[in-house]
């Protein structure tokens, strides 16, 4: 009985650690955050940083916007067009 | 991590860029690299990320991997160790001397592989220790966002200085062929410099490494 357990905890603690974290989301999808970045999903379901859109121009505070099938960051003003 | 150089001749496009410091002229002339360019560009670009830089065609280490590679059937031999600038830490193994065009390696390509292998040095520097290698050997999705981002400096100085569109299809196929990352991994990375060509053909420098190397750039050819 206690080599069962054993053996199931070593398991447990194998499946927690496995980095095999839940899909989070669609691979490919993306998406604009609150604070102006742009991620996409990876092929295994996690979010990664695409952009920062508010660190792509020295001068201006660009956005993030849905343009055609995907975010990405444009400049003021063109995120309605 | 390798990267390799883009032989291709791409079609020149014209566009409005806009600068940091306003509009540019819509049609501007491809930048013309001198030897002095590159060996300033290279200095400038070392000394500020800490970087080494090894002569790839000589080095042991790099032909041990040589042979490895190619007794896995990964790549050939001379392939790896003439076609690719390795970068391993704050070691750049390159086959070629900066300012010296050799085979393909011609003087535009040496500034953009430069500020390419400096953005691998810059992603190291978000880890402790080996983990960034690790990842990046062990991870073929981790592996294809690293040279996503890096491959992307290359998509913003060839837009900006010569007026060229990197194709982003062509692009993520180099990921296949020459980093063995998986057609989900390639359709994400293709996705990210469609995406990312758009904003930069509007003027935005994604990276602070690229954007290091612009300002530098700008300045050695008048562009601000």
């Known amino acids: 009985m206690r080599k069962l357990i054993f053996v199931l905890a070593l398991l447990l ?20 955050l609150w604070d102006n970045k742009a991620e996409i999903c990876d092929s295994l379901g996690q979010w990664r940083l695409l952009a920062d859109c508010s660190d792509v121009s020295e001068w201006y505070e660009w956005s993030c916007c849905q343009v055609g099938d995907g975010c990405t960051c444009v400049p003021p003003g063109e995120c309605d067009q | ?29 491809p930048v013309t690299v001198t030897q002095d360019d590159v060996i300033e560009f290279w200095r400038v670009m070392m000394e500020h990320y800490g970087a080494t830089l090894i002569d790839k065609t000589s080095d042991a280490d790099m032909k041990i991997v040589a042979d490895a590679l190619n007794a896995m059937g990964i790549m050939d031999r001379e392939r790896f160790l003439t076609g690719f600038t390795t970068t391993i830490g704050t070691k750049i193994y390159a086959p070629f001397t900066p300012g010296t065009p050799i085979g393909g390696w011609n003087l535009w390509n040496q500034i953009t592989v430069c500020t390419h292998e400096c953005y691998h040095i810059a992603q190291s520097r978000q880890f402790e220790g080996i983990e960034f290698g690790w990842r990046y050997i062990t991870s073929a999705t981790a592996r294809a966002y690293y040279e996503v981002e890096a491959y992307r400096s290359d998509m913003v100085l060839n837009w900006r200085y010569q007026n060229a569109t990197l194709n982003p299809a062509l692009l993520a196929g180099v990921l296949r062929d020459g980093y063995a990352c998986p057609e989900a991994d390639v359709r994400m990375a293709e996705k990210m410099f469609r995406l990312s060509l758009i904003s930069i053909k509007k003027g935005a420098i994604p990276g602070e490494v690229t954007q290091f190397a612009c300002n530098w750039l700008d300045a050695r050819w008048n562009r601000k």
């Open chain 1, 13 to 32: 603690i194998a499946f927690l650690t496995c980095g095999c974290p839940p899909k989070a989301c669609t691979p490919n999808e993306t998406r604009c």
């Open chain 2, 1 to 29: 991590m390798a990267t390799k150089r883009t032989s291709k001749k791409q079609k020149p496009m014209l566009g409005v860029a806009v600068a940091r410091v306003g509009l540019v002229p819509r049609s501007m002339r």
